[in-house]
């Protein structure tokens, strides 16, 4: 009797194991594009498959050892049943184990991947930072030529157009000079840069600052805020007819918290909205949302929160950090 008791709730156990690995097989199916690990989809299904199948014949092996008679169970069965406990809680463990080291070894991906990212936006930031005072240095090197063409024109009586020459040389380096009167060298270069990239796509770009605080965020970590800031707001404006190109700049301090608020026009055919994440319709599906990824770990690094809206017409950001 009792050993008909014992396959009736080993095979009922199986069937249950069977019924459960097809399930999870079948949802593991229909999710695997949410995914956000990089690691195989089919190492990482056996690992979770081997931990809760070895979790489920544990405590069936402790349940029938419960309701079981020891005096029916034959000799030497009993140690067997126990051997049995000890090693699937081992093999349990060691599939906990692994499935960790993986999960370990994906964020460590993750996290160089962001880094090479970064390394290769500041790169690009030098590089614009370099472009921009070659321009300065080419109209103080060919300032003899400059004033050859305003003298031309003012002995022309032409003074309409030697005032816009005259503006058209004087704008970059009084932009240069409002922007070099911000304390903070890294606002200060990153918010000149952006300027000349806003003004080169006749993007309108209007800056509010207001640092009544010292900042005591990391370069780098203002470097990969503003810089993804930007960049994503003139990619979007770029999308937009260029009379509706506008940025809207807002940095300040509160007490001891650091804010940036950032709105800018964009075309919404060019971006979407799908699961709580926000995503680019450009060809370069690898690099979708690289952008606002690096900021939320920027923002979360410093204990803060970043708020996202989207209108028909206008893309908002919204980040406050604690200045520490």
């Not at 089919?42 to 050892?65: A, C, F, Q, Y």
């Not at 509010?208 to 605080?213: E, F, G, S, V, W």
């Not at 993804?228 to 509160?254: F, G, M, P």
Request: charged content about 25%; some cysteine.
């Amino acid at each position: 009797m009792a050993d008909n008791t014992l396959i009736k709730f080993i095979a009922i156990t199986i069937s249950k194991i069977i019924l459960f690995l097809w399930i999870t097989y079948y949802v593991q199916r229909k999710s695997i594009s949410l995914l956000s690990i990089s690691v195989k989809t089919n190492r990482t299904l056996i690992i979770k498959i081997t931990s809760l199948v070895t979790m489920i014949l544990l405590i069936t092996v402790l349940v029938l050892s419960m309701y079981v008679r020891l005096d029916s169970i034959p000799s030497g069965l009993d140690v067997l049943i126990y051997l049995f406990i000890l090693s699937f809680t081992a093999v349990c463990i060691l599939s906990v184990s692994i499935y960790e080291g993986i999960l370990s070894e994906s964020e460590k991906q993750m996290k160089a991947n962001l880094l090479i990212q970064q390394k290769e936006k500041e790169y690009k930031y030098n590089q614009e930072i370099a472009a921009t005072v070659d321009s300065i240095r080419a109209i103080k090197h060919d300032i003899s030529n400059h004033l050859s063409v305003i003298s031309g024109y003012i002995q022309c009586n032409k003074y309409d157009d030697a005032k816009k020459y005259i503006h058209k040389l004087y704008k970059p380096i009084e932009i240069m000079n409002d922007l070099l009167d911000i304390e903070h060298p890294v606002i200060s270069s990153m918010l000149y840069v952006k300027s000349m990239l806003a003004e080169k796509d006749n993007i309108k770009l209007d800056i509010d600052l207001r640092l009544n605080t010292e900042i005591k965020i990391k370069d780098t970590d203002l470097t990969i805020l503003l810089g993804n800031i930007l960049d994503n707001a003139i990619e979007a404006c770029n999308s937009v007819d260029i009379q509706n190109r506008k940025i809207s700049l807002k940095i300040y301090t509160v007490k001891s918290y650091f804010l940036v608020d950032c709105i800018n026009t964009m075309n919404p055919q060019k971006v979407k909205y799908n699961k709580k994440e926000f995503y680019t319709t450009k060809e370069d599906t690898l690099n979708h949302g690289i952008g606002l990824k690096n900021i939320k770990i920027v923002v979360d690094n410093y204990e803060g929160d970043m708020k996202i809206q989207l209108s028909d017409r206008e893309f908002s950001i919204k980040t406050t950090m604690i200045n520490k």
